[in-house]
């Protein structure tokens, strides 16, 4: 049999080629790609689906909170919060056993935090009394049910006066019923007493020369040294120490401690070490207690120990400090957690 010549054989291998090429880069993409894109598109939208489904899923849990918080507001609208709001200043003031026309109650309207949502309302107050009674009083203001908040609080002295003037604005929230209704029970925590507890870790501030000129504290008289026991008392435990107040003055953070066996309190500021660790901040939130969820907590002192931060709530002790998650944690934290 013949060979076929040369210029066959090499335009052969070239048509064989060429159509490789062709089938490569044309018909097998054309064929696969379509298959490939509805894959895509398929993992896509599954992708977006789960996705809608987790937001759904947070906005009913946050819409339940919201119903839930909506139980302790003053009312579900505006004008009519506003004036129950002032009824309920007025009632405490007259709890305090403060005179209601020594106190002025301004209405005003702060900023928005969330746009289209719940609105909050306030009372810029005023008014002078006893120490002793303006903390009645605060202290009435702070542990009230209500959703509530206490802010920018000022004392200053009246000359020639044994009272004080005090300033300071009680914000609410009016949360109202299109982020759902709650279902189910929700008893309000029971509404303070002075003659309480809990009133009582606020004795220390009534005893505090707040406004009178520093005067060096005398020397104590020399005492004689005594011979050691043998048994030892064993030192305090966290339970001693309880945080009675997380408070603002003139800008600067305070905490207050109450020690509950030398019956004395003691000041921390930021940078101070706390609790084997280091306070960071004082966080106003208002979030449930970790013991009794029922119950809202209005603030709590955030320590920082070693890589982790922890939390003490106001009024439970140095027993009670929990370790905070990612998701408990301040925005202002969080960075630093990323």
């Not at 919201?66 to 007259?94: D, P, V």
């Not at 609105?119 to 002793?132: A, E, L, R």
């Not at 401690?257 to 280091?278: C, P, Q, R, V, W």
Request: glycine share 6%.
């Amino acid at each position: 049999m013949a060979k076929p010549p040369l210029k066959t054989v090499l335009l052969t291998a070239v048509c064989l080629a060429a159509m490789t090429i062709v089938t490569k880069n044309a018909i097998i993409p054309w064929m696969t790609d379509p298959i490939k894109k509805l894959e895509q598109a398929t993992a896509n939208r599954k992708k977006q689906i789960n996705s809608l489904n987790n937001l759904k899923k947070n906005a009913d849990q946050h819409s339940k909170r919201l119903a839930k918080l909506n139980t302790t507001s003053f009312a579900n609208s505006s004008a009519e919060a506003i004036a129950m709001m002032g009824e309920h200043i007025t009632q405490i003031i007259k709890q305090s056993k403060l005179t209601e026309t020594e106190f002025s109650r301004r209405p005003f309207e702060p900023r928005a935090i969330v746009k289209n949502g719940p609105k909050p309302i306030g009372y810029t107050v005023s008014g002078i009394g006893s120490v002793k009674k303006i903390t009645d009083l605060l202290f009435l203001l702070q542990n009230d049910p209500h959703i509530q908040r206490v802010e920018n609080v000022s004392l200053s002295p009246i000359s020639g006066s044994t009272k004080v003037r005090v300033n300071f604005q009680f914000i609410s929230l009016v949360i109202g019923t299109k982020y759902g209704e709650f279902k189910g029970t929700n008893s309000p925590p029971i509404n303070p007493k002075i003659k309480s507890e809990a009133r009582d870790l606020y004795a220390g501030i009534t005893k505090r020369a707040l406004f009178l000129p520093y005067q060096k504290k005398a020397p104590l008289p020399p005492t004689q040294k005594k011979m050691p026991k043998s048994n030892r008392v064993p030192p305090p435990g966290p339970e001693t120490y309880k945080v009675v107040s997380l408070s603002q003055w003139k800008g600067q953070q305070e905490i207050m401690i109450f020690n509950t066996i030398k019956n004395e309190t003691k000041s921390y500021k930021l940078g101070d070490s706390l609790a084997g660790g280091k306070i960071v901040m004082i966080d106003y939130r208002q979030i449930p207690f970790p013991k009794k969820p029922d119950l809202l907590s209005q603030s709590r002192v955030i320590v920082s120990i070693k890589k982790d931060y922890w939390a003490i709530e106001r009024g439970n002790t140095m027993a009670d400090i929990y370790k905070l998650t990612l998701e408990q944690l301040p925005k202002e934290l969080i960075k630093g957690k990323l």
